[in-house]
């Protein structure tokens, strides 16, 4: 099922999160960037300086910064008809800065237990 992420109405990009784990709420696959995604991507640029892709280290005042500007993003998630899916956090994991980083992918914990109901009869 195709998602996409949006700003304000602006297409941030897309994924078919397929990947889920309805007990924690979370879903997540890979991201496929929009026009829109350029508003976006220095706020997903700054994780990765925070956040080393192997874990070996966590700048901790970076990673604050990255969650309140994440936050005041209030980025919307749609299904694939087009409604909104409540949830608690979007965040798109983008290492492209790096040499051989991996493609983005978005992992998105979601609140709307509807959409679940809806993922499960689908399925």
């Not at 007990?23 to 350029?38: H, I, K, M, Q, T």
């Not at 309140?68 to 087009?82: F, K, P």
Request: no cysteine; aromatic share 8%.
């Amino acid at each position: 099922m195709r998602h996409t992420v949006r700003l304000h109405g602006v297409i941030v990009g897309h994924s078919d999160l397929e990947q889920v784990d309805p007990a924690v709420g979370r879903a997540w696959g890979e991201f496929r960037p929009g026009l829109g995604y350029d508003l976006v991507q220095p706020v997903f640029l700054l994780f990765s300086q925070a956040v080393a892709r192997d874990g070996s280290r966590t700048d901790q005042a970076l990673l604050e910064r990255y969650h309140r500007s994440r936050d005041a993003l209030h980025l919307e998630l749609q299904d694939d008809r087009g409604q909104n899916i409540r949830t608690s956090a979007i965040h798109i994991a983008d290492y492209s800065g790096e040499s051989g980083g991996p493609a983005p992918q978005l992992d998105v914990l979601i609140s709307d237990e509807d959409y679940w109901a809806r993922r499960t009869d689908r399925a």
